[in-house]
C-alpha cells in the first residue's frame, strides 16, 4: 500500500491559494466531485462506520453470528499480551525498515546519480525489484533460506562452515523479513530519491564544491537537507507500507513465526488481523484490531501533516 | 507551463549538475554500485535461474540453468491459467488506473476552478480517506460487497472500491494550481467550458502528472492480493496475484520451476508499464518537489 | 456523512446493477464442485471423472473447480451461501469439519438420499460420522508414515530391512547416525499440529474432552496428558541432541520433503498422499527410499491412525435435483473403480474396502510394497473415540497453537512449560469459539 504524494499534498495545502476559481456554478463542481465522493463514501466511509459496530460484537462470518458485548473486545485486546507484542515488534520493524530502508536508498540513489560510465545502467537496475509482487518475493527468500538446501547456507556453508536457522531463530527470522521488506521497498524509494536529486540546484551544490567542501560535506551539509521534502515524503509512505505491506512477505516467508513469548516474532499487526479475521474467523475481534489500525493510521497521517507544517515553516 | 518549461529545461541539463560534482574515486563508487545492483538483484537472478531448471531441481541449492524454461511457462499457462489471470489483472490494473485518473481530474477540476459552498468539507472528506486504507476495513468491506452488492465474483468488486483517489486528486489539484490562471481567464472569456477546459487546455499540460500517478497505480493495482484473495471466488475472474499464490498452495505437491516462470513472466507487464512511463514519472514527481 | 438513507439507495441501485450482469439460470443441472487441487494431476482427474460422469448423465452438468486452499474454498462456499447461490459439492478438509457443521450452511450427505455406507473404511467413515449422521462424503484420505534413506541408513550401519518403529528406535538410529558423520541430519519433518493429532490416537488418546469434542462440544484440550507429554518429550530429545532439522517455518510441507528428497536428512514423516512423489524425487536423486509404520512412544500400543485429508459435503439452499446429482457424482467418483484408480495416481487411501480387494487382485501391493504399510496402519485402526479423531470449531487455530507450542520446545523451552502454555492457549481458542454459541 503506497500512498505517494502526500508530501506533495501537503505542498499543495501550503501553497498559497491564489483564486482560481474563475467558473461559476454551484452545482457543477459538485456533479465533478461526485463520483469520488460516491466511491469514498461507499467504500471508505460506510465500510469504516461498520467496522467500528462490528468491533463491538463477539462475531464470526462463517457461523453467521453476532452477540453485542460492548467494549469487550476492545479490553480483551489492549490486556492481551498477545497484542500487545505485536505491536511492540510491529513499532521496531516499522522503525528499523523505515530507517534503513530510506538511508540505503538515499545512498544508493546518491552513486548512481553521479557522472560515471553506466550510471543509466545502474539507476534501471535498481529500480528493477518495484515490479516484483510481494508474495512471489516471498517465495524468493523461502528458497534462498532454507537452512538445509537454501543457496545462501550452501554458500555459508562452504566458505565459513556456518549453517544458521534463518526462520525458527527468532532474531534471525525477524533480521530476515526486516531485511526482506527493506530490499521489497528499496526500488520505490530509490526512484523518488533519484527524482529528486536529478533536481537539486546544480549552483548551489557547486559552490559547495568551489568553497573546497569535500564530497560527503557537500552530501550531508548541502544534499541531505535539500532533499528534506523528499525524506519527509518517504518515511511517511514508508511507515504505512510497513505496516501494511508486509503481509504477503511474512505470510509466505514465516507464516508469522518462530513463536516466542506471546506471539510470532514476525506477527505484525496487519498479519494478526488477516489471521483473526479470515483464518480464525473472530470476526469481532478482528474489527476492533482494524478500528486501532485506523486510529494508528490516523495518529501517522495526522503526525504527517503537523510536522509538515512546522518543517515549511522553519524553512520560510 | 512557464513553470513545466522551466522544469524540463533545467532537467535537459543534467550535466550543469553533475559535472560540477568531482568523483574522486569512481572505481570505489563503481564497486559499491556493483555490489548493491548484485545483492539487489539476486532473487532476481535466482527467480530466473529456477525458472528454467526442470521441478524436481528447483528445490535443490544447484544453480546450473535448465533447458525447462518454456515448459515450465506452458505448464502454468495451461494448467493454472496464468493467461487468463494475467488479462484479468490487466483489465483490473487499466480500469482502475484510468478511473482514478479521470476521477481525480474531474475532482480537482472542482476543487481548483470552484468556489461552492461546503467546498472545505468535501476538501476533507477526500484528505480523510487517506487515513482510511482498504486493507484495515477488509472485513465490513466484505460484508458490504458480497451480501449487500451481492458484488463477490464480479470484477467491479475489485475495480470500483479503488477508483477513488485522494492522492491523485492532491496531485491534480497542485499541478493545476501551478498553472497560470490567467489561462483559465482567458478560456473563460472564450466561451471555454470547464469540461472543455479540462480535456483541451489543461489534460494536454499534466501528462507528466498523468504519467507518474499511472505508474504507481499500476503497480498497486497488479500487485493487489489480499482483497482479490478474499472477495474473488471465481477461478476464471481471479488476478494473477492470487492466481499464483494458488500455484503455491496445492497441498505440497507444488510446481516450483512452473511457479517461478509464472513469476517472471508476471512481473513483465509492471516493467514495461515502468519503462514506458520512466520519464514522466520522474518528472511528474519531481515537478511537485522542486521547490 | 450523509444520512443512511440514501446510502441504502444507491446500494440498492449498485446492488441491481451487479445482479443484471450476473449470469442467468440454465435449463441444465449444473452442479458446481469446488476443490483444492490446483496441480494438473489431480485436477486433470478429478475433470475427467466429471466429462465421464456428464456423458452418461445429459440432464446433469458437473463442473468441477479449482477454488484455492482448503481455507480459501470453505470462506468462499460461505460467501457464496451468504449470496444464496452455494455450489453443489465442496471439498472440505478435516480440520475445517466441525467448523462447517456449526456454520449450518450444509446438509448431512445421509439425507439427501439413502446410501450405504458400509463398503467405507471403518475409520475413514467413523471420521466423518457425527452425531450419528454422515455428514459428508470421504474422498481423499491418508495417514502420516516414516519415510528412510535407505541408502544413508546402511551408510550409517543401520539395517533399512528394519527401520524404527518408535521414538525411541528413531533416537537410537539417530546417535549411530551422528556417529557415522554423515552430511546429514538424522530426522526432519514439517512442523505440523496434524501430526500431533496423530500421536495422540496412536496412544489411544483423546486430544479434546467430551470424546474428542464427539460427545459434546469440545471445552478443553488434553495436552498436559501422559499421552502430549511423550510427544513433546521426543522434540525435547531431538533439539537436545540435534538429531531435528525442518525449514524453520510452520507447515512447510514442500521445505521438509526437499530436505529429505535432497539428503539432507536420512528419516522423514509426512503424510501417504506424497508417497508417489517421494519416491519419484528419491530415484532422480539417486537414492532408494523404504516406507515404514509412523513411529510411536515407546511402551504404547499401536492404536492406529486418524485420517487426514478431506472429504465433499453438499450445501443447503440448492434444489433437489443439484443434491442428488451432487451425490450421484460423489458416489460415481468414489466408486470401487475410481477409488483405486485415485489411490494408484496420487497415493491417498482408496476409501472402500471393495477398492482394497480390487487393488489386492491387480497385484498393486506386492508391486508396490510402500504402499502396503500405508494401509496395514490405516486398515489395523481399533475403532475408538481417540482414532475417530478430535473435532471443534476452532480446529484451524488450536493446530496452530499445538505447532507453535512444539517450536517453542525446538527453541529450549522445557516441556511442562511448553505444554502448560500450549494447553492454555488452546483452551481459550475452544471457549473463545464455544463463546458463538451462548
Redesign the interface.
Same mark, same amino acid.
Given at each position: 500500500?503506497?500512498?505517494?504524494?502526500?508530501? &506533495?499534498?501537503r505542498?499543495?495545502e501550503l501553497?498559497a491559494?491564489?483564486?482560481?476559481?474563475?467558473?461559476r456554478?454551484?452545482v457543477?463542481?459538485?456533479v465533478?466531485?461526485l463520483?469520488?465522493?460516491?466511491?469514498?463514501?461507499?467504500?471508505?466511509?460506510?465500510?469504516?462506520?461498520?467496522?467500528l459496530r462490528?468491533a463491538a460484537y463477539?462475531a464470526?462470518?462463517?457461523?453467521?453470528?453476532e452477540?453485542f458485548t460492548g467494549l469487550d473486545n476492545l479490553t480483551e485486546l489492549l490486556l492481551s499480551p498477545t497484542y500487545q507484542q505485536v505491536a511492540l515488534q510491529t513499532l521496531i520493524f516499522t522503525l528499523l525498515t523505515v530507517s534503513l530502508g530510506l538511508l540505503l536508498s538515499l545512498g544508493?540513489a546518491w552513486?548512481?546519480?553521479?557522472?560515471?560510465r553506466?550510471a543509466k545502467t545502474?539507476r534501471l537496475?535498481?529500480?528493477?525489484?518495484?515490479?516484483?509482487?510481494?508474495?512471489?518475493?516471498g517465495?524468493?527468500?523461502? /528458497?534462498?533460506f532454507?537452512?538445509?538446501? $537454501? =543457496?545462501v547456507n550452501?554458500l555459508l556453508g562452504a566458505a565459513f562452515n556456518v549453517r544458521p536457522?534463518?526462520?525458527?531463530?527468532?532474531l534471525l527470522?525477524f533480521l530476515l523479513v526486516t531485511l526482506a521488506a527493506i530490499?521489497k521497498g528499496? #526500488?520505490y524509494n530509490i &526512484?523518488?530519491y533519484? #527524482?529528486?536529486i536529478?533536481?537539486?540546484?546544480?549552483?548551489v551544490?557547486?559552490a559547495a564544491?568551489i568553497d573546497g567542501a569535500t564530497?560527503a560535506q =557537500?552530501f550531508w551539509r548541502v544534499a541531505f537537507p535539500l532533499l528534506t521534502?523528499?525524506t519527509f515524503?518517504l518515511v511517511f509512505t514508508n511507515i504505512?507500507a510497513a505496516l /501494511?505491506d508486509s503481509?504477503?512477505l511474512t505470510d509466505?516467508?514465516?507464516?508469522g $513465526?518462530?513463536? &516466542?513469548g506471546h506471539a $510470532?516474532v514476525t506477527t505484525f499487526l496487519?498479519y494478526q488481523?488477516?489471521q483473526d $479475521? /479470515? =483464518?480464525?474467523?473472530?470476526?469481532g475481534a478482528?474489527?476492533v484490531q482494524?478500528a486501532l489500525?485506523?486510529a494508528l &493510521?490516523?495518529l501517522v497521517?495526522w503526525t504527517q501533516f503537523r510536522l509538515g507544517e512546522r518543517r515549511v515553516h522553519y524553512g520560510a | 507551463m512557464a513553470r513545466d518549461a522551466l522544469g524540463t529545461a533545467r532537467r535537459l541539463a543534467p550535466p550543469a549538475v553533475a559535472s560540477g560534482r568531482r568523483v574522486p574515486h569512481v572505481w570505489a563508487t563503481h564497486l559499491a554500485l556493483s555490489v548493491a545492483v548484485l545483492l539487489i538483484a539476486a532473487p532476481l537472478l535466482f527467480a530466473l535461474v529456477k525458472a528454467t531448471q526442470v521441478s524436481g531441481d528447483v528445490l535443490s541449492p544447484s544453480l546450473r540453468p535448465g533447458g525447462a524454461f518454456f515448459q515450465n511457462l506452458a505448464s502454468v499457462w495451461s494448467g493454472a491459467h496464468l493467461g487468463r489471470s494475467m488479462l484479468n489483472s490487466l483489465i483490473v490494473a487499466v480500469c482502475i488506473t484510468a478511473g482514478k485518473t479521470v476521477l481525480a481530474l474531474l475532482a480537482a477540476l472542482a476543487f481548483v476552478y470552484f468556489r461552492f459552498p461546503l467546498k472545505g468539507a468535501a476538501f476533507a472528506l477526500v484528505l480523510l480517506s487517506l487515513m482510511l486504507p482498504t486493507e484495515v476495513l477488509i472485513i465490513a468491506l466484505f460484508d458490504l460487497v458480497s451480501r449487500d452488492l451481492h458484488w463477490a465474483n464480479t470484477y467491479a468488486a475489485i475495480i470500483v472500491p479503488f477508483l477513488a483517489s485522494a492522492t491523485g486528486t492532491f496531485l491534480f489539484r497542485q499541478h493545476f494550481l501551478n498553472i497560470p490562471s490567467s489561462l483559465a481567464d482567458a478560456a473563460r472569456i472564450d466561451g471555454c467550458g470547464p469540461l472543455r477546459y479540462l480535456t483541451h487546455i489543461l489534460l494536454p499540460m499534466s501528462w507528466n502528472t498523468v504519467g507518474a500517478l499511472a505508474v504507481i497505480q499500476f503497480v498497486y493495482a497488479w500487485d493487489q492480493y489480499l482483497w482479490p484473495l478474499v472477495i474473488m471466488q471465481q477461478d476464471d475472474k481471479q488476478v494473477v496475484q492470487v492466481g499464483l499464490r494458488k500455484l503455491i498452495e496445492v497441498g505440497g505437491q507444488t510446481d516450483w520451476g512452473a511457479v517461478m516462470a509464472g513469476a517472471i513472466v508476471t512481473m513483465l507487464p509492471p516493467l514495461v508499464v515502468f519503462t514506458a512511463l520512466q520519464e514522466q514519472f520522474s518528472r511528474g514527481f519531481a515537478l511537485s518537489e522542486d521547490k | 456523512m450523509p444520512t443512511l438513507l440514501p446510502v441504502k439507495a444507491i446500494l440498492l441501485t449498485l446492488a441491481l446493477a451487479g445482479l443484471v450482469s450476473a449470469n442467468i439460470a440454465q435449463a441444465q443441472t449444473t452442479v458446481e464442485f469446488w476443490h483444492s487441487f490446483g496441480d494438473a494431476k489431480r485436477a486433470g482427474w478429478i475433470q475427467a471423472r466429471a466429462d465421464e460422469f456428464n456423458k452418461v448423465h445429459p440432464g446433469l452438468k458437473v463442473v468441477p473447480s479449482y477454488k484455492g486452499s482448503y481455507n480459501d474454498s470453505l470462506q468462499a462456499t460461505i460467501l457464496a451461501a451468504r449470496q444464496g447461490k452455494p455450489p453443489a459439492l465442496v471439498q472440505i478438509f478435516e480440520v475445517g469439519s466441525q467448523l462447517a457443521l456449526d456454520s449450518g450452511a450444509f446438509q448431512p450427505v445421509s439425507s439427501v438420499k439413502n446410501v450405504d455406507f458400509s463398503d467405507y473404511i471403518k475409520p475413514v467413515i467413523n471420521y466423518y460420522t457425527i452425531g450419528g449422521k454422515v455428514n459428508s462424503l470421504p474422498f481423499n484420505s491418508s495417514s502420516p508414515v516414516l519415510y528412510y534413506n535407505q541408502d544413508l541408513m546402511k551408510k550409517a550401519g543401520l539395517d533399512p530391512k528394519r527401520p524404527p518403529t518408535t521414538y525411541g528406535g528413531l533416537l537410537k538410529a539417530c546417535q549411530k547416525i551422528e556417529a557415522a558423520g554423515l552430511d546429514a541430519k538424522c530426522f526432519g519433518m514439517s512442523l505440523n499440529g496434524w501430526f500431533v493429532e496423530q500421536w495422540m490416537a496412536e496412544q489411544g488418546a483423546t486430544l479434546l474432552n467430551n470424546s474428542n469434542g464427539r460427545q459434546g462440544r469440545a471445552t478443553s484440550t488434553n495436552l498436559e496428558s501422559a499421552a502430549a507429554r511423550n510427544i513433546f518429550a521426543f522434540f525435547k530429545a531431538l533439539r537436545d541432541n540435534g538429531y531435528y532439522t525442518y525449514s524453520g517455518k510452520l507447515e512447510d510441507w514442500d521445505g521438509s520433503d526437499a530436505i529429505f528428497t535432497n539428503q539432507k536428512t536420512v528419516f522423514h514423516i509426512t503424510s501417504t498422499a506424497d508417497i508417489g512423489n517421494i519416491r519419484d524425487a528419491a530415484k532422480k536423486a539417486g537414492f532408494t527410499v523404504g516406507v515404514g509404520v509412523l513411529p510411536i512412544p515407546d511402551g504404547t500400543k499401536r492404536n492406529g491412525v486418524v485420517i487426514g485429508g478431506a472429504s465433499l459435503w453438499i450445501p443447503k439452499g440448492i434444489s433437489k435435483e443439484q443434491a442428488e446429482g451432487a451425490l450421484d457424482f460423489a458416489l460415481y467418483m468414489t466408486n470401487t473403480k475410481n477409488m483405486a484408480d485415485w489411490h494408484k495416481l496420487t497415493g491417498y487411501y482408496p476409501v472402500r474396502q471393495s477398492s482394497i480387494n480390487l487393488l489386492r487382485q491387480q497385484g498393486w501391493f506386492t508391486q508396490t510394497p510402500l504402499q502396503l504399510v500405508a494401509f496395514n496402519q490405516l486398515t489395523q485402526t481399533v475403532p475408538s473415540p481417540a482414532t475417530a479423531g478430535s473435532l471443534n470449531g476452532a480446529a484451524i487455530q488450536t493446530r496452530k497453537i499445538i505447532e507453535e507450542g512444539l517450536q517453542k520446545v525446538l527453541n529450549g523451552t522445557p516441556v511442562d512449560v511448553a505444554l502448560r502454555e500450549t494447553k492454555a492457549r488452546a483452551d481459550a481458542a475452544l471457549s473463545d469459539y464455544n463463546a458463538n454459541f451462548k
Open positions: 500500500m503506497l500512498k505517494p504524494g502526500r508530501a &506533495v499534498d505542498a499543495a501553497t491559494p491564489e483564486d482560481r476559481a474563475v467558473f456554478g454551484t457543477l463542481p459538485w465533478f466531485l463520483p469520488s465522493l460516491l466511491v469514498l463514501a461507499i467504500f471508505i466511509y460506510l465500510p469504516a462506520l461498520r467496522t462490528l463477539r464470526n462470518i462463517i457461523l453467521g453470528t452477540q544508493l552513486l548512481a546519480s553521479r557522472p560515471i553506466g545502474y537496475l535498481l529500480i528493477y525489484p518495484y515490479a516484483l509482487s510481494p508474495a512471489i518475493a517465495t524468493l527468500w523461502l /528458497f534462498l532454507n537452512p538445509e538446501i $537454501g =543457496v550452501q536457522r534463518w526462520l525458527d531463530t527468532p527470522a530490499w528499496l #526500488a &526512484v523518488f533519484l #527524482a529528486s536529478q533536481n537539486l540546484p546544480g549552483d551544490l557547486e564544491e564530497p =557537500v521534502p523528499i515524503f504505512i /501494511f503481509f504477503a509466505i516467508l514465516t507464516r $513465526g518462530p513463536y &516466542v $510470532g496487519m488481523l488477516y $479475521g /479470515f =483464518v480464525n474467523f473472530k470476526t478482528a474489527a482494524a489500525m485506523l &493510521v490516523a497521517t | - | -
